[in-house]
């Protein structure tokens, strides 16, 4: 065989790999990466979905894929409801296998999202989780009171299992910065965010948790009480954390909304950036999910729920310091009540 023929072979061969090379084949998940999700009555389940299993992702998710999804989220709120079927069809349509109940679902994946909109249901969705030894991210609200939360978190440490909560906003533009300590220590936080209202949630439940949470990823744990001014269209909460440190929160109700606020620091003052999506969030879920290793701490989580209903508290007695520790302590005794493990 000559020399030219050879040639000519071997380029033919490289084109036609290259063409194959152009299709997207479809790979099976490899144990221990598959992902499921219970409740599609958010759009957090469609986007992350989206986000984890796009072929041109490579391994930025470390081959983590969302495999299954259960998609009763609410029962009873008509805006979370209402979306369940829509984001059913968008789901099998990325080739997601849809299941009739949790306990199916925990025998297709390694790990769980759950994010059913309505955080009333966490702790009874959590639980089978928590007992079949799968590690859980918990999206926004971990649940719709601190009670829950608490029982949530005893749960995970009977079963011996790392679980977390958080929202995107913790990850909001610039405040990298505030953590590497580029403005020093950190004085004083405003944080700002949308604020609608849900009747079956706590105030600050349903939405403002995301300003709150971004106002704690500043601040930090310590407040010790809190204020809350109210009117129809805003809100406007304040705590004071030990050593005199004072952060806000304001809930928009009306006008311009969006996301943000100014840090203080003892060598500067740094203005937060805007929204910035879902991937940093969903690199520390992974993260969480290969290793184990928790982002956020249980005891800011259960800090911010608390700063949310002692801001509910302030409100209904009319805008009076409440304090921190008298509302951990209520919660306290009436999780012990909620679960028997």
Known sequence: MTKRLISMKVGVLLIVMAFLSSFSIAQPV?????????????????????????????DTFLNYKVVAAYPQGSLDIKSAVDRIEGYTQQMKQLDVEIVGSVEELLTKVDVVLLETNDGRRHLEQALPVLAAGKRM????????????????????????????????????VKMDEVASGSIGKVLGAETYSPCKLEATHPDFFWYGIHGVETLFTAM????????????????????????????????IRSGKDGYGGVVY???????????????PLLDKIVHFFETGEVPVIKEETLE???????????????????????VMKKAEKESKKKIKL
């Not at 221990?32 to 072929?55: E, Q, Y």
């Open 30 to 58: 490899l144990k221990g990466k598959r992902v499921g999700i219970i409740g599609l009555d958010t759009s957090h389940s469609i986007a992350f979905t989206k986000a984890m299993n796009d072929p041109s992702a490579g």
């Open 137 to 172: 991210f918990i999206d926004k609200p971990m649940a719709a009171s601190l009670s829950d939360a608490m029982a949530i978190f005893s749960a995970a440490e009977h079963y011996n299992l790392p679980v977390f909560s958080a929202s995107s906003l913790r990850y909001i």
């Open 220 to 251: 930090g744990t310590g407040c010790e009480t809190v204020v809350r001014i109210n009117t129809p269209d805003t809100d406007v909460t304040v705590g004071t954390w030990a050593g005199g440190r004072i952060g806000s929160f304001r809930g």
């Open 265 to 279: 620091g003892e060598k500067g003052i740094l203005s937060l950036g805007s929204y910035n999506g879902y991937t």
């Open 304 to 326: 911010i729920l608390a700063f949310m209903e002692a801001a509910d508290l302030s409100k209904k007695k009319g805008g009076v310091p409440v304090s921190i520790a008298d």
